[in-house]
């Protein structure tokens, strides 16, 4: 079965004028992990998570669970069990080559923003789905998860909230947090909120197109 498909054709105008502005605005996107405490509104959350879910993912099945985490409680405990986790990693599970570049991010283990940002969506992946107790298989995981979780960060910042990309490793604590099936392995955890005042970045450089781009 399908349907007719026939969006929109733009003028070349409008079309180098929408995708200079996307880019424009995309290149404003920071990772941060100095949250205000001021709530998001669901209706932002249900938005950007609606755009998640319309990605394309192999044989359209769809592999994904998005948990949004508000409790404090829950938040906390989700907390304490990735800086357990990542300070065993920063003392020693890290190479050293992995921490000299980590360095100039100036990240360590502890991770405040997890208690301080209003929402955590939590992304899980799954690798099979259950139908009456059977198993069926799913195709292309984690290309599939990772274009939604693309998807979920442009929208998330085109409504004007700030990101991280947290992954606390390894992250089975999460699916135990939450209670999650056994078909479904923590992807992503992405606080989100607004920048707190004052917030600060680090000062990196995105390559220039010349250097990611090759024309054949």
Known sequence: ?????????????????????????MATRRSVREFAHDPIPDEVLDSALAAASSSPSGANFQPWTFVVVKDAAVKHEIRLAAEKEEMLNYQGRMPEEWLEALAPLQTDWHKE????????????KQDYALRD?????HYYVNESVGIACGFLLAALHLAGLATLTHTPSPMGFLRDILGRPENEKAYLLIPVGYPSAGCRVPDIR???LAEVVVRR
């Open 1 to 25: 079965m399908t349907l007719a498909y026939a969006p929109q054709r733009r003028t070349a105008g409008e079309m180098i004028e929408r995708a200079r502005s996307f880019a424009a605005t």
């Open 113 to 124: 923003f997890l208690d301080v940002a209003p929402v955590l969506i939590v992304v899980f």
């Open 133 to 137: 107790g059977r198993k069926i298989h």
């Open 206 to 208: 995105r390559k220039d």
